[in-house]
């Protein structure tokens, strides 16, 4: 499973603004920008796409910094979250990305599944500096897999 991390990081880094110069394509039933708070904010069955990346959610915030949009700090995906590629799906209740830190949080009722098989858990963080993924318990439930031998 730890090449379905790594396909998950690169789906992700893809799916995030503050990487690639490819163009995003957003969707949303409602934009609305809060220049005193620093956010921008889209809600309402919001899809997010990017080449061969898809993300829905219900609500997707985006905090910045003085440069604007193009100095994104912080942003946060809620409302039973997918996030899609070709090869891999992974669902949960709530992402956080820190561009600072380069550290991704999908949690509540996290499943990744690919043909590899597929991981459930309550919480799946992920390095994107250090590539390292790690799918924990958070202090309740248990982490659970079932794979399929190639």
Do not use: C
């Not at 090449?3 to 934009?31: C, G, K, W």
């Not at 220049?35 to 990017?50: D, L, M, P, Y």
């Not at 994107?128 to 190639?150: D, H, K, Y």
């Amino acid at each position: 499973m730890s090449r379905a991390f790594l396909s998950l990081v690169a789906f992700l880094a893809l799916t995030l603004p503050t990487f690639a110069a490819s163009p995003v394509e957003v969707t949303a039933d409602q934009f609305v920008v809060d220049q005193a708070a620093s956010e921008a904010t889209f809600t309402g069955n919001v899809i997010i796409k990017r080449d061969d990346v898809t993300v829905w959610a219900q609500k997707v915030v985006v905090e910045y910094g003085d440069g604007g949009v193009s100095n994104i700090t912080h942003i946060v995906a809620t409302g039973r979250v997918r996030l899609q590629t070709e090869d891999q799906d992974a669902t949960g209740d709530r992402v956080t990305f820190d561009p600072s830190s380069q550290i991704l949080r999908l949690s509540g009722n996290v499943t990744v599944t690919n043909a590899a098989g597929t991981l459930n858990g309550p919480e799946l963080v992920l390095n994107l500096a250090e590539q390292t993924s790690t799918f924990s318990s958070n202090g309740g439930g248990r982490v659970t897999g079932v794979f399929t031998p190639q």
